[in-house]
């Protein structure tokens, strides 16, 4: 998408490839919303600490990186012994796969890359097919998101306020985003309206990324305490809930997603506001079959306690980025990262492939890519 | 109640007057929880300050300032000029009253005062009844809180977990509180519980000041992000909702409180979780008959767009207050103060004359300090 970047509308994807120095490019997420910042990667490991390090995060995006980065890898090998090049790139492969060891997207993405290598006979044609299925991997993320935009647009009408929770715009993704695809589809097509963002307490994503995001495509938009989504609705001023999803249970319909969703699905079926979920079809589990066996991550109590920011007054024009201590000095906290949503709060599911009740994706599942069998 | 101060657990009301230096004594909750320190004000128009820049916050707890502001200025005048008196009176009056412009509560002790004043003949009769009445004052203030303890106690069972909104601690009274007063009584009754503190973003008070209170006293308790409660419930680890409240409607059981409570009420009922309100008399208004009337403030943008804290990571151990901006820069913020919740969704009103339904309280208008006829 675009960025107001030294007084031009750019485009930028989130996660980028430089063939010429074989570098994977980045924006530095870390960063955001206080500066805006670029960066190339220039080796593969460099690459697995961006992705530990969150300079880069959400599933797609790190999906997408992980995929370059084995690219990037296998492009650093020199000469054409096959069998050291195949172990130089099983040490790629780990390297990459450790960086974030919970999450399944840069293995899956990796594994795209690695299947699309065996055709090539030679060291320097698998290196050109990794570089085209790590490519490939990217424009399909995009693609995706594209899609979910095109099905979920129509919901955008003239004039209408939408809450969104947390990020799920194109920084978690490689452009485009998932819960914000309809958004970016409606305003491109014309239509305007207004967007209220959940700040997302702990880690305030919705305030920071998302409202960034709003603002360089120039979609007017507020940030609300999280506090605030059920005062708004009792008043009449939302129309609309979308999220995106961590991962939504194909057998059942349950969508687990960042913490407070289930708190804005109770309060929209409350008062009578459509709740949508936009999620790319690798979101979908369909193994799982009930949502209470999703492990919700307990994160570290400091998010809580604190809050991260630019710090406000100091001296001259220098940015500071750091943490304030908010709760009492001796008290803990408990952090769940995540909560579950039950399908008969959610009025549907915006895929690719169209808009589905979550009840209905298992009957659904040839075209969403689930299982032959139940 | 009690600070652990210096090494030792001390008592100290949240306002205090010392007689012999003519001073109001207050703790400065601008540097809670951070930093614990009690202020003497040396006259009634540094108390006027005090009120005005929130050393005091609280609306038990800028009564009873406002209060003892008066003796204090009724008590600065010198000589027994009766009409100089009564002339330099109405001038602290004003001083005081315009401290918070829209506070009903500092008005209405003071009238208490001035009342009282009525049968003194001279100065010096009238400046001791002033100081008298202010005493009175706040000592009601803490009785009232100890009723509504009493009432509410026997709801904090053996190993229930409590949550809170905000902070109705005996810091916003002159002590015990009113959300608190059943916590703190079943404690000292010897009942072990265990309380989450809502955050509640915007201000954090909950973070702040319900988990110093709690941690003052050693009761167990846990910082959640206002996100939170809406999982806990559902994952069945939250057994009852305590809040307090700014205005209830006593025509309609209505209950304005701070933003985020109606999202509480609305997750406790689907979780079918008892939701108390726990008030003094003098929060009921026996006049509005509509709760979409109750003016909603809408408070600065920058407090959602930023946090204030103890600036984490300084040099040494000086302490730094400030403020990190959170959200996007060019991004601008809602920000409603308060919410409005429904009576179907409370359980009880706790009030110093007992549990009442929100719809009963009319009824028992007369127990409850209401208007003779409708």
Redo the contacts between chains.
């Keep these: 998408m675009h960025v107001q970047y030294r007084g031009r509308r750019c485009h930028f994807r989130t996660v980028d490839f430089d063939p010429a120095r074989n570098a994977v490019v980045l924006i530095d997420q870390r960063l955001l919303?206080?500066r805006f910042r670029r960066i190339r990667i220039p080796d593969h490991r460099a690459t697995a600490v961006a992705i530990r390090d969150m300079v880069v995060r959400g599933a797609g995006a790190i999906g997408a990186t992980a995929a370059y980065g084995l690219a990037q890898g296998a492009r650093e090998f020199a000469g054409d012994d096959l069998a050291a090049f195949r172990e130089h790139l099983a040490r790629v492969y780990e390297t990459l796969a450790g960086a974030r060891p919970t999450a399944v997207d840069p293995v899956n993405a990796m594994r795209q890359v690695l299947r699309a290598m065996e055709t090539g006979a030679t060291v320097a044609e698998q290196q050109r097919l990794a570089l085209e299925a790590a490519r490939r991997f990217a424009d399909e993320d995009v693609a995706h998101c594209e899609a979910i935009g095109r099905h979920g647009a129509p919901l955008i009408r003239e004039g209408v306020r939408v809450l969104t929770h947390c990020n799920a715009g194109w920084l978690a993704f490689v452009d485009v985003g998932s819960a914000t695809a309809p958004l970016y589809t409606a305003w491109a097509e014309g239509r305007r309206f207004e967007v209220?963002?959940d700040?997302?307490?702990?880690r305030?994503q919705g305030?920071?990324?998302t409202?960034?995001e709003?603002?360089q495509e120039g979609i007017p938009?507020?940030?609300?305490?999280?506090?605030?989504?059920?005062?708004?609705m009792?008043r009449g001023e939302i129309d609309l809930v979308i999220t995106g999803s961590d991962r939504v249970l194909g057998r059942t319909g349950e969508v687990a997603n960042?913490?407070?969703t289930?708190?804005k699905a109770?309060?929209a079926a409350?008062h009578g506001i459509p709740f949508y979920v936009a999620i790319p079809l690798s979101t979908i589990d369909w193994d799982l079959a009930d949502g209470r066996s999703i492990p919700?991550e307990e994160r570290s109590?400091e998010e809580?306690?604190?809050?991260?920011?630019?710090?406000?007054?100091g001296r001259g024009r220098r940015l500071r980025l750091?943490?304030?201590?908010?709760?009492?000095?001796?008290?803990?906290?408990?952090?769940?990262g995540f909560?579950?949503t039950p399908p008969e709060l959610i009025t549907g599911i915006i895929t690719p492939a169209g808009i589905f009740r979550p009840e209905e994706l298992w009957a659904h599942r040839a075209e969403l890519g689930g299982p032959a069998d139940g």
């Design positions: 919303p206080h209220f963002c700040e997302t307490r702990p305030c305030a920071s990324l409202a960034w709003l603002a938009h507020q940030v609300i305490a999280d506090n605030a989504a059920g005062h708004l009792q960042k913490i407070g289930y708190t109770v309060l409350r919700i109590p809580v306690l604190s809050a991260w920011g630019a710090i406000e007054g750091g943490r304030v201590r908010i709760a009492n000095p001796t008290s803990t906290a408990r952090n769940p909560d579950v």
